[in-house]
């Protein structure tokens, strides 16, 4: 399967930790913000339309590319260079929280039932003046993806 999102690539949040004191006792209390929650449910809804009928179960290739946005104190020059694949992204976000954002995301909505089949990644971030992740996912095939194991 194959699809685009239309939505701007995102990382995952660190989880947020907080004292809470009660009756003479000290919890810690983990709790994700409000921009992180935001943003899974964002996804969410833009992969909802693409939820396979079953779980997939078998090896599992995911190939995804997420198109970042410009930023804006880029010249025109470099913005050029950017959208001709002359710069791409080399900071922050890193590659592996885009990793992390969306196979959480495809794992609460049921694509498969655990990101432990994946066994292939490719994984690209770029530039583009519309962002959004353009992601591919195959369970694996010896004779179709013209691999021998």
């Excluded at 000290?26 to 921009?35: I, N, P, R, S």
């Excluded at 935001?38 to 078998?58: G, Q, T």
């Amino acid at each position: 399967m194959e699809f685009t999102l239309n939505v701007c690539p995102t990382t995952q949040i660190r989880v947020r930790h907080t004292v809470v004191k009660r009756k003479n006792k000290t919890f810690v209390m983990v709790y994700k913000c409000k921009e992180q929650k935001f943003n899974e449910l964002e996804l969410e809804y833009h992969l909802m339309p693409h939820r396979p009928k079953v779980p997939l179960s078998k090896a599992t290739i995911v190939k995804f590319t997420a198109y970042l946005p410009i930023p804006k104190s880029f010249s025109k020059k470099k913005r050029e260079q950017a959208l001709n694949l002359e710069i791409f992204p080399i900071t922050k976000p890193d590659v592996d929280n885009l990793t992390k954002q969306l196979f959480d995301a495809l794992t609460r909505m049921g694509f498969w039932t655990d990101d432990k089949i994946v066994f292939s990644l490719t994984a690209i971030k770029i530039y583009s003046d519309k962002p959004r992740w353009e992601v591919s996912i195959e369970e694996f095939q010896p004779h179709k993806n013209n691999m021998s194991i």
